[in-house]
T-cell receptor
């Protein structure tokens, strides 16, 4: 079982560049989440989605946009990358009231 | 105040020790609770769910106290391989259509 797959695993961007992180899940989960985790810190929720076509802001949404056009995919976009967005990005998905399953993470460096 | 709070530690214990972590949450309408384990630079993975009556999985025991709004994790007979960061998770469904909220984690180091 693939579970939750994130693409890419690593990326280096220059300041001002844009990129899209893809999260795909094959478990038919309703809920999907994007988190960022800085070194030595906890997870911070960027955006989340409770179903296809719906998204909501989390704790740290500024500088990011998301889309959930298909139930199995949740895209995270950075329109103009900044060094402060250097982090590890985790995607997760879950059924309602159930545990979340995580992807392996995307390590993003903005120089 | 954060929705979910944990003692960050670190907890440094010898092998064989018993160690307990607590986690408090502020949303009284929270409906499901979990403990996750995260190894360095890896994704969090589910350790166990937390049920109202308390539950045990081998050396691990989880408990929920709804009245005081906290959950706990007890690890008995600690192993070197238990060294990790332990995250508590609280799911709430009465606000923002529901979401999972993670604590910042408690770091455990088990030493020989």
């Amino acid at each position: 079982n693939a579970g939750v797959t994130q693409t890419p695993k690593f990326r280096v961007l220059k300041t001002g560049q844009s990129m899209t992180l893809l999260c795909a899940q094959d478990m038919n989960h309703e809920y999907m989440y994007w988190y960022r985790q800085d070194p030595g810190m906890g997870l911070r929720l960027i955006h989340y989605s409770v179903g296809e076509g719906t998204t909501a802001k989390g704790e740290v949404p500024d500088g990011y946009n998301v889309s959930r056009l298909k139930k199995q995919n949740f895209l995270l976009g950075l329109e103009s990358a900044a060094p402060s967005q250097t982090s590890v990005y985790f995607c997760a998905s879950s059924y309602v009231r159930a545990e979340a399953f995580f992807g392996q993470g995307t390590r993003l460096t903005v120089v | 105040r954060k929705e979910v709070e944990q003692d960050p530690g670190p907890f440094n214990v010898p092998e064989g020790a018993t160690v307990a972590f607590n986690c408090t949450y502020s949303n009284s309408a929270s409906q499901s609770f979990f403990w996750y384990r995260q190894d360095c630079r890896k994704e969090p993975k589910l350790l166990m769910s937390v049920y109202s009556s308390g539950n045990e999985d081998g050396r691990f025991t989880a408990q929920l106290n709804r009245a005081s709004q906290y959950i706990s994790l007890l690890i008995r007979d600690s192993k070197l391989s238990d060294s990790a960061t332990y995250l508590c998770v609280v799911n709430s469904y009465n606000t923002n259509a529901g979401k999972s909220t993670f604590g910042d984690g408690t770091t455990l180091t088990v030493k020989p």
